[in-house]
């Protein structure tokens, strides 16, 4: 069966830093999604795209996160400069259309020190 | 605000013994309803959904839920709890008019007992 493929699973890096969290979608589909989940909290909404550009995103989507899906294939999250805050688990998620079940990947542990 | 609640973070049940896992949403609209289950360290895997039609709904391992529009509810129930059924379980709420994302609530764990 098709999956999300998530890399890398866990992520170290210094505050201040670039980071980019990697997926690839299941290859028919259509939207796109990154939800975070912090640790022993809820899994929230991050951003979703679809036809090459932002559909719509939270209000934690701030001007230090962007996505792209730079080769028809690949879909990227990137935070500028990362905050311990960012510390969480990034889930990348697609579907065949809107309103379709998301399917996840496993996920990238993202630790900000 | 849609928002999507679990009662209960923490369920334990005897192997064998019935699962029910509370979910309860608001929404002005007509939502898609969903159950996730997240193993650890893994994704989040879809155990059923609702959308339209039959409101009661059959998923993988044996797990069932009934959307009751009345009562804004989507229970999750297995009759027997097996082992391999410990994990965290989310319910999720997508609101059509909204670009498809989904509100989850915030989580049920679910241990079974030998």
């Known amino acids: 069966e098709p999956e999300v493929t998530q890399t890398p699973s866990h992520q170290v890096t210094q505050m201040g830093q670039e980071v980019i969290l990697r997926c690839v979608p299941i290859?028919?589909?259509?939207?796109f999604y990154w939800y975070r989940q912090i640790l022993g909290q809820k899994v929230e909404f991050l951003v979703s795209?679809?036809?090459?550009?932002?559909?719509?995103k939270s209000e934690i989507f701030d001007d230090q996160f962007s996505v792209e899906r730079p080769d028809g294939s690949n879909f990227t999250l990137k935070i500028r400069s990362t905050k311990l805050e960012d510390s969480a688990m990034y889930f990348c998620a697609s579907s065949e259309g809107l309103g379709q079940p998301q399917h996840f990947g496993d996920g990238t542990r993202l630790s900000i020190l | 605000a849609q928002s999507v609640t679990q009662l209960g973070s923490h369920v334990s049940v005897s192997e064998g013994a019935l699962v029910l896992l509370r979910c309860n949403y608001s929404?002005?609209?007509?939502?898609?309803l969903f159950w996730y289950v997240q193993y650890p360290n893994q994704g989040l895997q879809l155990l059923l959904k609702y959308t339209t039609g039959a409101t009661l709904v059959k998923g993988i391992n044996g797990f069932e839920a009934e959307f009751k529009k009345s009562e804004t509810s989507f229970h999750l129930t297995k009759p027997s709890a097996h082992m391999s059924d410990a994990a965290e379980y989310f319910c999720a709420v997508i609101l059509y008019n909204q670009g498809g994302k989904l509100i989850f609530g915030q989580g049920t764990e679910l241990s079974v007992k030998p």
């Open positions: 795209f679809y036809n090459n550009e932002i559909s719509e």
């Open positions: 929404s002005s609209v007509p939502p898609y």
């Open positions: 290859s028919n589909h259509l939207y």
